[in-house]
């Protein structure tokens, strides 16, 4: 049974830092590339940011470059996404997101940037 959960969400002020980790079972963690996305209330779903199987070819949305970074332990299963000078417009549900063979989902995990 596939599975992916966060953690790691919750209320901070601006310019805060949050750590979110994503830990999967159920595939073969290691040959998937690996996604954060995150939905504002009326906002479409967005991609945050993106990492290949071994660590590599790292992408990020531009509202997001030199503050958030993406990493991953393929030891762990687990990938995920430090936070970092968090704005409020940073508010929203992250998902984590794993892509290969499959296209599996977690049930996301709130943000909330807020003074």
């Known amino acids: 049974q596939v599975q992916l959960v966060e953690s790691g969400g919750g209320l901070v002020q601006p310019g805060g830092s949050l750590r979110l980790s994503c830990a999967a079972s159920?595939?073969?963690?290691?040959?998937?590339?690996m996604k954060w996305h995150r939905q504002a209330p009326g906002k479409e779903r967005e991609l945050v940011a993106s990492?290949?199987?071994?660590?590599?070819?790292?992408r990020y949305a531009d509202s997001v470059k030199g503050r958030f970074t993406i990493s991953r332990d393929n030891t762990k299963n687990t990938v995920y996404l430090q936070m970092n000078n968090l704005k409020p417009e940073d508010t929203a549900v992250y998902y984590c997101?794993?892509?290969?063979?499959?296209?599996?989902w977690g049930q996301g995990t709130q943000v909330t940037v807020s003074s």
């Open positions: 997101n794993a892509v290969q063979w499959g296209d599996y």
């Open positions: 159920g595939f073969t963690f290691s040959s998937y590339v």
């Open positions: 990492i290949g199987s071994a660590a590599s070819r790292l």
